[in-house]
Nanobody, 124 residues
């Protein structure tokens, strides 16, 4: 079964940057769509950014457009989320999720495989 492990979370000051990584084991990501989701305390899980395995198309939530960039390295079975200009409202647990051929992208109920999450805290 596909397993996902997130890394790269931590504490950062407002305006800072972090790069999250989602690494898959037991399966290649070549034909798998990947999404990054986040959940803050008391809020619903939301789709942050997702990437298609078919054509590399991407989705970004309005709240992160221009600040976050998703990319994938299939040779390393890893998907990255580069987060720049971080804001306190970006504080949440970030999860990566995977599924084969998801359309439309970034709806959490459509993804069947999930990592354990990594905490991102943006605070001075």
């Amino acid at each position: 079964q596909l397993q996902l492990v997130e890394s790269g979370g931590g504490l950062v000051q407002p305006g800072g940057s972090l790069r999250l990584a989602c690494t898959a084991s037991r399966f290649t990501l070549n034909y798998i769509d990947i999404g990054w989701f986040r959940q803050a305390p008391g809020k619903e899980r939301e789709g942050v950014s997702c990437i298609s395995s078919t054509d590399g198309s991407t989705y970004y939530a309005d709240s992160v457009k221009g600040r976050f960039t998703i990319s994938r390295d299939n040779a390393k079975s890893t998907v990255y989320l580069q987060m720049n200009s971080l804001k306190p409202e970006d504080t949440a647990v970030y999860y990566c999720a995977a599924e084969k051929s998801v359309q439309p992208m970034c709806i959490s109920r459509d993804y069947g495989f999930w990592g354990q999450g990594t905490q991102v805290t943006v605070s001075s």
